[in-house]
């Protein structure tokens, strides 16, 4: 099983969460996060002022499976995710050791 983190823009979160559902991904976790990268922060214009930010607002989607979906899957994230400005995003992908679904007590990819 495989763990596949991205981190995406805002309002891409729509598209990429009805191309995962039509991939057949049956859930996921997303969180609203702030972070940089080599954007260094953005400047904005409030009640006149200028200023700028450290941190630019995100979205952190998680996602667990099996080992034969993970390549479909940040893939079919890659693509829905991309705008080809800076700041589109970074997929991590890391190994799952096991899985419970703690309502039935299934294992692996049974839980999923």
């Known amino acids: 099983m495989k763990l596949v983190i991205a981190i995406i823009k805002p309002f891409k979160l729509d598209e990429v969460r009805e191309a995962l559902s039509a991939a057949g991904v049956q859930g996921m976790t997303v969180s609203e996060v702030k972070g940089f990268g080599r954007q260094k922060g953005q400047t904005e214009i409030y009640r006149g002022a200028e200023y700028t930010t450290n941190m630019v607002p995100k ?52 839980a999923l």
Do not use: M, P, Y
């Not at 952190?60 to 893939?75: P, T």
């Not at 890659?78 to 294992?107: L, M, N, P, Y």
């Open 59 to 110: 979205i952190k989607i998680e996602v667990v499976v099996d080992d034969s979906l993970a390549a479909q899957v940040i893939e079919t994230i890659q693509q829905a995710a991309h705008t080809g400005s800076i700041g589109d995003g970074k997929i991590f992908v890391a190994d799952i050791g096991q899985a419970v679904r703690i309502r039935t007590g299934e294992t692996n990819e049974t």
